[in-house]
């Protein structure tokens, strides 16, 4: 349950006899952690008790480990419905945001790297505390050109719109549509200076493309190294949308940090990725998701083409990345009010991919927080590290337990519970 009185928590404890997640992504254990001020203090068995580290929990049984990065993510998108986003005051989406990031949270998801949608007063709305959710590094609005992915124009009243409205209009917001070298350039500027943490591209077609065809390449080499080099130059990446064919390339070698999706990732591209330090963010539970709807019917057209066919090859890159020596960080690039609060779903997925369990749990965490650039602090059960973890009752081993809700039944963010595990809630 979420914890009623944070003003009760103390500010230091040791959870006692845990089964905690190591660097090399297995549990080990009985060991003892020591929390201070929201950071781990020790991590190691029969840890000394006294007076100055604050009270003792029994957590034997239980599996302690780091919050979860969800890297790809939209959290300000709550349906896929157009009409219904276009009927939708904006003050209402931006609530259910907060209602969004409180479940995101509460499931385990303690950082997220938005795709697109939210913006830079949201991230510093939750850092301020003003709603609870995941720490947050944002996108803004991803880039991509007029006829691309992301271009949802409604050709009936002739209106600009985003694809099935993901993006809604707003004083202030940058532009998301750009053309040509010169046009990306002012784009990424405008868009650094609406605060974004990261910049992202839309190189390909996606399945829920307004328009039709499959997914071809949409930014050329030259647009990709501009928005590199534009974004370099204020300290920030970018991340970008690419299913396969040469745009991976293409974005490899311009410098971007992330390829997202990659559904179709050759060995070549995946060779270079590892070679360049490029983190693969997969995606797969979105799209099991999606070619479940086209099996049944529920999408129709080249969206239900475009879905059946990368169900076809689910996870298959994953398998190439894991060979090629690809760091991967989980993503569930969840845009739908039915799925947020799922995120975790996409562990076993990755596990079904070929990954052992090991592997996915440091792409759960540790990968997350390199990609992020914050594995100083976060991504670890380690002295120095902030205290941002999670607790379950049964040995994760096979990852299925992370298919249902309800598996993390502890969050911390910060030291803070945000959802109170019954035993540390005895405390109060």
């Known amino acids: 349950m979420a914890h009623p009185d944070l003003a009760s928590t103390p500010v230091s404890y040791v959870l006692r006899h845990a089964n905690v997640l190591g660097p090399t992504g297995a549990f080990t254990g009985p060991l003892d952690v020591q929390v201070s001020n929201g950071i781990v203090e020790a991590v190691a068995p029969h840890l000394p008790a006294h ?32 009409l219904e986003l276009l009927h939708t005051p ?25 795709a697109g949608g939210l913006d830079a007063g949201v991230r510093d709305g939750v850092a301020a505390g003003f709603v609870p959710g995941p720490r947050l590094q944002v996108s803004v609005v991803a880039l991509g050109p007029t006829g691309g992915h992301g271009d949802g124009f409604l050709e009936g009243p002739g209106i600009e719109c985003s694809v099935d409205y993901m993006q809604p209009d707003y004083p202030g917001r940058p532009p998301s549509r750009v053309d040509g070298v010169e046009e990306m350039r002012k784009a990424v500027r405008l868009v650094l200076r609406a605060g974004a943490d990261w910049i992202k591209l839309i190189a390909t077609r996606g399945v829920l493309s307004a328009s039709g065809g499959g997914f071809d390449e949409e930014l050329d080499l030259d647009e990709i190294a501009v928005a590199v080099a534009e974004a370099a130059r204020r300290g920030r990446s970018v991340m ?43 995606t797969l539970v979105i799209y099991d998701k999606l070619a479940q709807l086209a099996h049944g019917g529920s999408l129709q057209g080249e969206r239900q083409i475009r879905a059946r066919a990368v169900g076809d090859v689910l996870g298959e890159a994953v398998a190439i990345a894991r060979a090629a020596g690809v760091s991967i960080a989980v993503g569930s690039d969840f845009a739908h009010r039915a799925d ?12 079904a991919a070929g990954l052992s369990a090991e592997e996915v749990l440091l792409a759960a965490t540790w990968n997350g927080a390199v990609l992020c650039g914050v594995n100083d602090r976060f991504g670890r059960i380690a002295a120095g590290y902030v205290f941002d973890a999670i607790v379950l009752e049964q040995d994760p081993a096979d990852l299925e337990v992370f298919a249902s809700p309800g598996a993390v039944t502890g969050v911390w963010k910060g030291g803070v519970p945000v959802v109170d595990h019954p035993r540390f809630c005895a405390l109060g």
């Open 90 to 114: 904006f003050s209402r989406r931006t609530l259910e945001t907060a209602q969004v990031l409180r479940r995101t949270l509460e499931s385990g998801v303690t950082t997220v790297r938005d």
């Open 240 to 282: 970008v949308h690419a299913l396969g064919g040469p745009a991976i390339g293409h974005a490899v070698a311009a410098g971007a940090r992330s390829i997202e999706h990659g559904v179709f990732l050759s060995e070549a591209d995946a060779q270079r990725m590892a070679a360049s330090g490029c983190s693969l963010v997969p």
């Open 51 to 82: 007076d100055d580290i604050g009270p003792s929990i029994d957590f034997s049984g239980l599996f302690v480990m780091p919050g979860v990065f969800d890297c790809h993510l939209h959290a300000g998108v709550p349906s896929y419905d157009a």
């Open 340 to 351: 947020h609060g799922n995120n975790l779903a996409e562990l076993p997925l990755l596990r």
